[in-house]
């Protein structure tokens, strides 16, 4: 076998690797004098490649390690060091790495978890998809997990994958570590992973329950911000959202045959806590919809708020959105926050939580509860209620209120 230990042997330096000659074809290999085993390759090409040549069982492998210059004279030497421990050890290092290379990746998995779980049992199973386009298959905003070997992947790894993108959002790392963990745990299910899941004790950001919804003076720039947008159907879709209710994917993929307008009334099929939903239509949102469905641009389609993509139906107009906040001046409000702007307003004109949780047909009060405690009016207002009551308790009632109408007023000394 050319190149044995022994031939073309010389001290591994930067300079003497940098200086050696390429062959005309093929592979010539070196041999350090420092470290047993370890060569260098160099091709005609001139790529060089650090490997390791010994004999494991009786049989000669040469491992690769790695290409110089990406990989030191030192950092190959440390490398080198450790594989010949692992021999001596009784472990075949060139057989582990043959068994890796058949190993299932990430990615393989991946796609397992997406077509047997995530499309027949999540309704978010889109998500599921952009989340792993997004950060776990590329290291712009995530990690290249899917690459990967599963053998390969350590606790470290997710956790620095849950920190990298937890400083800024901190929400979506939670999320992201969520379907990681998953993942893993349908491959153990399955039989493919037979390890402890890596996910295991990385502990979750804690979160806060969002309570943003439009208040009252924000509701006129903002209904003039909306209908002043010259896209009907992205109009219509915001204005929908806001009149129903509904959950964002619910609205966007409205069709008419759900909708009787002669009944005033929306029949979701399946929604995400996987009941169907009777939508009320107000007389504004019945004024809406019987208007697009006399429009040119719903003729010819299924849905309420027909689209050019795949779909076949609008998707979020995020671009949209922008437009009309920063034209109403309006900060941090999601079209999500239309649904609890819905659930707020109910609360803070007298509607019990039964009410309002039927009406987003929310499954436990608990979600419900959230509505009532954001409308702060009837708080401010049985909050004076009562410290008027205190004040005249005390006697001070109509001192309180000559303060209150004249305040910073001094008194004139006689």
């Known amino acids: ?60 492998e040469r491992i690769k390690i790695g290409r110089y210059p990406d990989l030191t004279v030192e950092k190959a030497r440390a490398q080198a060091m450790n594989l010949n421990a692992d021999i001596a050890n009784g ?39 952009q989340k792993f386009d997004k950060y776990l298959s590329n290291n712009k905003d995530g990690i290249n997990l899917a690459s990967r070997q599963l053998s390969v992947i350590t606790k470290a ?126 007389p504004e949102a019945v ?21 050019s993509g795949d779909t076949g139906h609008l998707v979020e107009p995020k671009k949209a959105w922008k437009i009309i906040l920063d034209k109403a001046d309006i900060a941090d409000l999601r079209l999500h926050d239309l649904r609890r702007t819905m659930g707020s307003w109910q609360a803070g004109t007298g509607a019990n939580l039964s009410v309002i949780g039927r009406s987003l047909n929310h499954k436990s009060t608990a979600t419900t509860a959230i509505y009532a405690r954001l409308w702060m009016t009837p708080v401010r207002d049985s909050m004076e209620t009562a410290a008027t009551a205190m004040l005249e308790a005390a006697g001070l009632g109509d001192q309180a209120n000559a303060e209150t109408e004249a305040p910073g007023e001094e008194s004139s000394a006689d």
């Open 287 to 307: 004024g809406i919809l019987r208007a697009r469905k006399k429009s040119a641009a719903c003729v010819d389609s299924q849905f309420v708020f027909p689209g």
């Open 157 to 282: 790894d997710i956790a620095q994958l849950f920190g990298k993108i937890g400083k800024e959002h901190k929400v979506t790392a939670n999320r992201v570590l969520a379907l990681v963990s998953s993942i893993f745990g349908k491959a153990i299910e399955w039989g493919i992973w037979n390890h402890i899941n890596p996910c295991l004790g990385i502990r979750k950001h804690s979160e806060n329950s969002r309570d943003r919804f439009l208040h009252p003076d924000e509701l006129p720039k903002f209904f003039e911000q909306v209908l002043a947008y010259p896209n009907a159907t992205v109009r219509d879709y915001i204005l929908i959202s806001l009149m129903t209710g509904a959950r964002r994917s619910n609205v966007l993929a409205m069709s008419w045959d759900e909708v009787n307008l002669d009944r005033s009334e929306w029949r979701i099929p399946e929604t995400k806590n996987g009941t169907p939903q009777r939508v009320p239509l107000v």
């Open 91 to 129: 472990t075949n290092p060139a057989e582990l790495k043959r068994v890796r290379r058949a190993e299932m990746t990430f990615g393989d998995l991946f796609d397992q978890y997406y077509k047997n779980h995530s499309v027949p049992h999540k309704k978010t199973s889109h998500e599921d998809k």
């Open 1 to 60: 076998m050319s190149g044995q230990p022994g031939k073309h042997a010389l001290n591994f330096t930067k300079a003497a690797i940098e200086a050696l000659p390429l062959p005309e074809k093929g592979w010539k290999y070196y041999y350090d004098t420092k470290v047993s085993g370890l060569g260098i390759g160099v091709g005609a090409s001139g790529v060089k490649t650090f490997v390791l040549y010994r004999k494991v069982e009786r049989k000669p």
